[in-house]
């Protein structure tokens, strides 16, 4: 398979890099996979809809489990899209504890596959996140992602939202990262929200101490214009079992989530 | 020695503000303040307040319970209401030039509102957020022994402390906490912007002798 290359290739290119979720994260995203042929007017938009009508030749996918790389991969391939397909998974210090402070002290980071070999290494290592580690959802630990990692295969990224720095900083947990097997790139995001720039001052400070880190401006998609955000908020309450009147989801404020907003810092 | 603590500085200005809202959702996409009350407060005196009702150019409605529970009045907002555009020059001044910026869960619920307001007139909030004093987060920050720590940042403090998970049976809001402080207050008047906001001066100056900000 020749479909993903490298991924440090994509993050040298200037400006926000897009990160697009789909509908197979359930309950995060509502644009879909589907092809450009089958998108609806009135329909939910499509990421690869939105790659193809804004001449993007590459982008990164960023899900929650490997549910949507088949279509993914079907319709980039038929679009001539290069996909780059990556997890945004749980990972703890032990995999096989299963109480509520290794729950507490877990994060999230992102592993891209990179080749095809990245590609196996990476349904390994979720199939055991999802297996063994499973508690309350997949898990996996630094031991895992050693055993299994290749710095030619594998791209370690470290979320601005829900990673360790997010963690550290803004909640009582203490979550410990271990980068001894690889050097992670550290995502930026800016989406309005107020306490944005108190994690951004966290990553530039991490990661410009000590072993020096990569860090890249990044925008997560979870729809497509800015006037989406109604809907999409009415999806995330009716996956709440909230309402829009109240819809008890911390910090939903922000129509900032979306490849309108990303086109606007981009021109 | 404690002298540099917020408690003693009688020069700092503090600017108490509560918003009354359609529902509580957090983006103007579906709510929106129709009443936003402040309070300016110097040492411990109240050195002058404003309440706005705002009148704004929205098919959104405010739903049957929330009126009841806001008092929110169609004849008042009739008569008193003003457009958004002329309330937010006081508010902006008012935000700009405080110190500090006091609320009981603002920055669970106001500040996003607050947000928007600024976003409307086309301007920035994000200076507003450094200032920011949530009387419910240092409540509850009591209540769950998480001492504030002056070397972590208040700001970063608020929201550890936010994002706490909620303990059952620990309330801390604005009624309750008066209560718990034996604060004389006119409890069945509480959910009027302004009659909230007497009662969380009245609160915080019993909070900032437990907090060392």
């Given at each position: 398979m020749t479909y993903l290359r490298n991924l440090d290739t994509l993050l040298l290119v200037d400006g926000t890099i897009p990160l697009f979720k789909s509908h197979y994260s359930i309950g995060r995203s509502i644009l879909t996979l589907n092809s450009p042929d089958d998108v609806k007017e009135n329909g939910p938009d499509s990421v690869i809809d939105i790659c193809v009508k804004n001449d993007l030749e590459k982008f990164l996918l960023v899900e929650d489990g490997m549910a949507g790389f088949l279509q993914a991969y079907t319709n980039a391939k038929e679009n001539n899209l290069q996909l780059i397909y990556g997890i945004r998974m749980t990972v703890c210090q032990d995999l096989t504890e299963k109480s509520d402070e290794s729950r507490s002290n877990s994060c999230k980071y992102i592993v891209f596959a990179k080749t095809s070999e990245g590609y196996s290494r990476l349904i390994k290592i979720y199939s055991i996140a999802a297996?063994?580690?499973?508690?309350y959802e997949p898990r996996a630990d630094f031991d895992l992602l050693r055993k299994n990692w290749s710095d030619k295969d594998l791209s370690l990224c470290v979320p601005f939202y829900d990673s360790f720095i997010f963690k550290n900083v803004l909640t009582t947990s203490m979550a410990v990262p271990e980068f001894n097997f690889t050097s992670p790139t550290f995502f930026l995001e800016e989406?309005?929200?107020?306490?944005d720039s108190l994690i951004a001052d966290a990553v530039d400070s991490f990661a410009s101490t000590g072993n020096k880190r990569e860090t890249v401006k990044t925008k997560s998609i979870y729809?497509?214009?800015?006037?989406d955000f109604k809907s999409y908020l009415t999806f995330r309450c009716i996956n709440n079992r909230s309402s829009l009147e109240r819809p008890n989801l911390d910090h939903m404020c922000s129509d900032e989530f979306c490849f309108e907003s990303w086109e606007n810092a981009n021109g | 020695m404690d002298s540099h603590l917020l408690r003693y500085d009688n020069k700092k200005t503090l600017v108490f503000i509560d918003c009354e809202t359609f529902n509580l959702c957090l983006n103007s996409c579906h709510n929106l303040p129709w009443q936003v009350a402040m309070i300016k407060v110097t040492g411990d005196k109240i050195i002058a307040s404003k309440d706005f009702l705002i009148k704004w150019d929205t098919k959104l409605k405010i739903g049957e319970e929330a009126a009841r529970i806001t008092r929110y009045s169609e004849k008042a907002m009739e008569k008193k209401g003003v457009p958004p555009e002329e309330a937010f020059p006081t508010i902006q001044d008012w935000l700009d030039d405080a110190d500090h910026i006091v609320g009981h869960n603002i920055l669970g619920f106001d500040i996003y509102l607050i947000k928007d307001y600024y976003k409307h007139m086309g301007?920035?909030?994000?200076?507003?957020m450094h200032k920011i004093i949530d009387t419910n987060c240092l409540a509850r920050g009591i209540k769950y022994d998480l001492p504030y720590k002056q070397e972590q940042g208040l700001l970063t403090y608020q929201y550890k402390v936010v994002h706490q998970r909620r303990r059952r049976g620990v309330k801390s809001n604005l009624a309750y906490m008066g209560k718990e402080f034996d604060i004389k207050h006119d409890?069945?008047?509480?959910?009027n912007a302004l009659v909230d906001l007497e009662l969380n001066v009245k609160v915080w100056d019993k909070l900032k002798w437990q907090v060392d900000i």
């Open positions: 297996k063994d580690g499973f508690y989406n309005d929200l107020p306490f729809y497509k214009d800015k006037k | 301007l920035d909030y994000r200076h507003l409890y069945s008047k509480l959910h």
